[in-house]
């Protein structure tokens, strides 16, 4: 064996010592279709490249004309991959491949009118990420024996028993808090009810072992990638089962369309956190309890795509005819037992108004579209702070509900300090109609007096006959309305009722017997109510 030829197996050892210590923290998936591996590959030949060319130049033995030579070859090798590369990212691109993009989400597109909207007032999350991380902060602070440990991992929306909750689970603070707990694992996750806004630490009887916070074999993205050296992994969310019971949801992408274009998810791995069993599931059997696996900007972007590369690329940009696309932002509403992402559609150019609004189920991504025109979110929000301007409040992104059968936004307005203090209700067609209410039914009360009082069609309440005797009466003055707030015996609800239309409510004492003819919509602690005839 020459000289040269040892020098070149011992080069390529190097490299290959050193690209396995890039992989190890780099952990890029062996596809071709992954961006990472096509860097990884270009990075392994550079460090090649330029170890050749250091030993044919060395003190012993320079050969100026062989590392010329050397250098010359390498670099034509890495220039020709550098061109696969560029060139095959843009044959992916929307550019050459416009209607394939469109098609991406179309057959998981159906129309519905809104009078078949289901969205209503009951169990809506009006709690928004940015609140709900504080308030888990908060929990965690509080808990002495955790939070010198502890820190909160990414917080995830979920829909848990027919519930909206936001979820995070408990990282290590650092290597060596890592150190001190890794055989019993962390101790668990926070829980927060999007409705009551009560947060718990939920303590498992054996601790999370496999999470993004941990070390060497048992952190979860290394933990899979030697388990799936192909897989290319999207996100990795966290979830827990009815029971309870922790979850990695970790969808794997494919692309439809050359190498790197047109990610969809393939299928999806389903990982119990704290043994590290691993389930493989397609996205049609998926069980009921999982709800993210479809990213959101994953959902917006192709539907995005699908509404402004019908008439090909060139359209999109200058010409822009039909051109429709999402709003910026999104917000969650639980449906039955999975978690949908809501966001406004407008056409291009026409940015302070929507044409309609989508439904997205982030578990099977069938997506449902409302044709509603009106304001679009952040004209809404601008509405609901400037009735509360005075003081400081700020609007959280709205949902679109279907209240006293009109289309209306609501929202949280929140302090400074992130906690939901006041609620708004504006009226997508004539956003000049807005009410806030420091509950959700004061403010859909002021919000039904407005469109009466504005001659908007106002769908007639349903109500059930209650009647007992007042234990506690409790008021409140809300905009220069008095609002009475009646429990009766055995009955752990309160009936709001306001005294604008209900004024034989002031002769009314604890003690007294009441019939109320309360909304069967509103459940709960709080209900609205009209005294009976």
């Not at 929306?157 to 650092?174: A, E, M």
């Not at 019993?184 to 072992?209: C, F, H, N, S, W």
């Not at 939901?420 to 209410?437: H, P």
């Not at 403010?443 to 908007?456: A, F, G, P, S, V």
Request: charged share 20%; glycine share 8%; no cysteine.
């Amino acid at each position: 064996m020459t000289r040269d030829i040892k020098k070149a197996l011992g080069m390529f050892v190097i490299t290959v010592i050193l690209g396995g210590i890039v992989y190890y923290f780099a952990l890029p998936s062996f596809s071709f279709e992954s961006v990472g591996f096509w860097i990884y590959l270009i990075i392994l030949l550079s460090l090649f490249e330029v170890s050749l060319v250091i030993a044919s130049v060395t003190k012993a033995n320079k050969n100026e004309h062989k590392a010329g030579v050397v250098a010359k070859a390498g670099g034509i090798a890495i220039a020709l991959f550098v061109l696969t590369f560029i060139i095959s990212s843009f044959a992916s691109g929307r550019l050459f491949n416009p209607s394939d993009y469109a098609n991406l989400i179309k057959e998981d597109i159906k129309e519905a009118d809104f009078s078949t909207y289901q969205g209503t007032l009951n169990n809506v999350p009006l709690l928004d990420k940015g609140s709900a991380v504080q308030i888990s902060n908060r929990k965690l602070g509080s808990l002495v024996d955790v939070v010198s440990q502890f820190e909160l991992g990414e917080n995830e929306q979920i829909t848990l028993n027919g519930k909206s909750v936001r979820i995070s689970p408990l990282y290590y603070g650092s290597f060596f808090k890592w150190n001190n707990n890794k055989n019993e694992g962390t101790p668990g996750y926070i829980k927060i009810d999007m409705m009551t806004q009560e947060a718990e630490l939920v303590r498992l009887e054996k601790g999370i072992k496999y999470s993004p916070s941990e070390f060497f074999g048992r952190d979860l993205k290394r933990y899979l990638r030697m388990k799936y050296p192909f897989a290319l992994f999207s996100s990795f969310n966290f979830e827990a089962d009815e029971d309870g019971a922790p979850f990695w949801i970790v969808p794997v992408e494919k692309h439809t369309i050359g190498l790197f274009g047109g990610v969809d998810v393939d299928y999806v791995l389903v990982v119990d956190a704290v043994t590290g069993d691993i389930k493989k599931y397609s996205v049609g059997e998926l069980p009921e309890w999982v709800d993210n696996v479809y990213n959101s900007d994953l959902i917006t972007s192709q539907y995005d795509d699908y509404g402004s590369l019908q008439n090909g690329y060139w359209n999109s940009v200058f010409g822009q005819k039909g051109v429709k696309v999402t709003t910026e932002g999104y917000n969650y509403i639980p449906q039955g037992n999975d978690n949908w992402i809501y966001t406004g559609v407008t056409s291009v150019g026409r940015d302070e108004s929507n044409i309609g609004f989508i439904l997205s189920n982030k578990r099977t991504k069938e997506t449902i579209y409302f044709p509603v025109s009106g304001a679009e979110e952040y004209s809404s929000m601008s509405s609901a702070e400037g009735v509360v301007q005075h003081l400081g409040y700020e609007a959280t992104f709205p949902l679109l509900l279907n209240v006293e059968g009109q289309p209306t936004y609501i929202m949280a307005l929140k302090d400074a300090g992130g906690l939901v203090k006041m609620y708004g209700m504006v009226n997508v067609e004539k956003y000049q109609i807005v009410a806030t209410g420091e509950t959700i039914q004061v403010t859909q009360q002021k919000y039904r007096e407005l469109l009466k009082n504005n001659r908007m069609t106002v769908t007639e309440t349903e109500t059930e006959h209650i009647s007992g005797v007042i234990e506690h009466i409790k008021t409140a003055a809300i905009d220069g309305t008095t609002y009475y707030y009646i429990k009766l015996v055995a009955d752990d609800a309160y009936y709001v009722l306001s005294v604008k239309d209900n004024q034989l409510i002031v002769l009314k004492e604890v003690g007294d017997g009441i019939a109320l003819d309360a909304d069967k919509k509103s459940t709960g602690k709080i209900r609205n109510a009209l005294l009976a005839e």
